[in-house]
């Protein structure tokens, strides 16, 4: 047999033991379900966190029960619907995909900031003003304000001094944006007081200030608020959602907004050299975890509630409150390494994240793997592991 012929022999097996495991499952559990329910309970990130082998069954199993058209250069077919849908769920007219949460901000401040509207007020803790490289201030010649450092909330007090600041300038230029980002990772996932997010955007609506927010994680919120994600996000022109951090894809975001904004932006996206000509394998996944998923969230919600609940007259463990926070948690041991709790729990399939070094405490995020079915001994393992 011949080079070829050895290759094709091994694709036709590969594609045959796909299939056959494909057709498998289609009678019985489901990839969608099976990860949801079985595997690590992972307290370290926001999502699922699935790895390889699990990322890549549920893109397989996707790509054989669902009815997926590619589309073209991240335009159409299931992105399309992706779009379609998360407009929908965040009550915006419509959406569209990017690449990441970074140029999902940008390309929405810059699009909002016009003429001598160039500055951008956000927290002095958000993803926009740390972690973007300055890439408003770089590429979109954008001044961006930090206000409140420190605090996840700013307050309708901070926002008219700067404005009035501004406007009393002796060269003329004016606020174009106020960019909220809530929950805020640099705060401990703490959310931005929902009462002065109203009274904020019903002060930049009449000063015709356009409102953005980075709701990368706001369908995590929603969850420990309560608070519909659609009664946070009418009160905003246009909204971020990370597509990993909620629906557990490789990577991926999505842009939502009035359509007048939306319309053409896939022009913008291009520029940015972020049209991908593939980017189906993040619809697919994301599409397949949208529904229910506020309500999953609420579940791991109790669970992690009980194990509070249940081990709190340990003098081991101590959990430690924040203040308007969601879904992370402090942990502090007494008497025991942090390292070794850490790896007991491992041996046992629950996934804590290294301890920090200076201070020895867990952050703990919850998460879905929470509902897998090893949950139901969560508190005896922590008690074992001590």
Same mark, same amino acid.
């Given at each position: 047999?011949?080079?070829?012929? !050895?290759? &094709?022999?091994?694709?036709?097996? $590969?594609?045959?033991?796909?299939? =056959? ?14 990860v ?5 309970i992972? !307290?370290?990130?926001?999502?699922? #966190?699935? #790895?390889? *082998?699990?990322s ?10 669902a009815?997926?058209?590619? =589309?073209?250069y991240?335009?159409?077919?299931v ?14 007219e ?43 201030? *770089? ?20 926002? &008219? ?14 606020? =174009? ?19 002065e ?13 356009a409102?953005?927010?980075d ?25 971020? *959602?990370?597509? +990993? ?20 932006? +896939? ?12 980017v189906w394998? /993040? ?7 949208v ?5 999953? $969230?609420?579940?791991?919600? &109790? ?15 101590? /959990?430690?409150?924040?203040?308007n926070?969601?879904? *992370? ?5 007494k008497g ?12 046992r ?18 998460n ?9 001994h ?9």
């Open positions: 047999m011949d080079r070829r012929d !050895l290759l &094709k022999s091994g694709v036709i097996a $590969l594609g045959a033991g796909v299939t =056959g495991s494909m057709s498998s499952q289609a009678g019985g559990q489901n990839v969608i379900e099976r949801l329910q079985k595997g690590q992972k !307290l370290t990130r926001d999502c699922l #966190d699935l #790895d390889a *082998v699990e890549s069954s549920l893109l397989a199993f996707l790509a054989h029960q009815d997926i058209e590619f =589309g073209h991240s335009c159409g077919g992105v399309r619907k992706l779009e379609e849908k998360l407009a929908l769920a965040l009550g915006k419509d959406a569209i995909f990017m690449p990441t949460g970074t140029l999902a901000n940008h390309i929405a401040l810059t699009t909002h900031c016009q003429g001598d509207r160039h500055r951008v007020l956000t927290q002095a803790e958000s993803h926009i003003y740390n972690d973007t490289g300055d890439c408003a201030q *770089v590429l979109g010649r954008l001044s961006v304000l930090p206000l409140s450092p420190g605090s996840a909330s700013f307050t309708l007090e901070d926002v &008219k001094e700067r404005v009035q600041r501004t406007r009393a300038s002796k060269v003329k230029f004016d606020i =174009g944006a106020i960019a909220i980002e809530s929950p805020v990772r640099r705060a401990a996932n703490a959310h931005f007081d929902f009462e997010m109203k009274r904020i955007s019903s002060f930049a609506k009449d000063e015709g200030i409102m953005h927010l709701g990368a994680r706001i369908f995590i919120e929603s969850a420990y608020t309560g608070i519909d994600v659609t009664d946070y996000t009418k009160h905003f022109d246009s909204v971020y *959602v990370s597509l +990993y951090k909620t629906f557990h894809t490789p990577s991926g975001a999505i842009l939502a907004g009035t359509k007048s904004m939306i319309e053409g932006l +896939y022009h913008v996206r291009r520029m940015y050299g972020s049209s991908m000509p593939q394998p /993040f619809a697919a996944i994301a599409l397949a975890f529904d229910g998923t506020v309500g999953r $969230l609420k579940n791991a919600i &109790k669970v992690i509630e009980h194990l509070k609940s249940s081990l709190k007259d340990q003098a081991a463990f101590r /959990f430690r409150p924040i203040a926070g969601t879904n *992370v948690t402090h942990l502090v041991l025991s390494d942090p390292e070794v709790f850490r790896a007991k729990l491992a041996e399939e629950i996934i804590l994240p290294a301890a920090n070094p200076k201070t020895g405490v867990f952050n703990l995020k919850t879905e793997t929470l509902n897998r079915d090893g949950a139901a969560l508190v005896d393992a922590f008690r074992a592991s001590i």
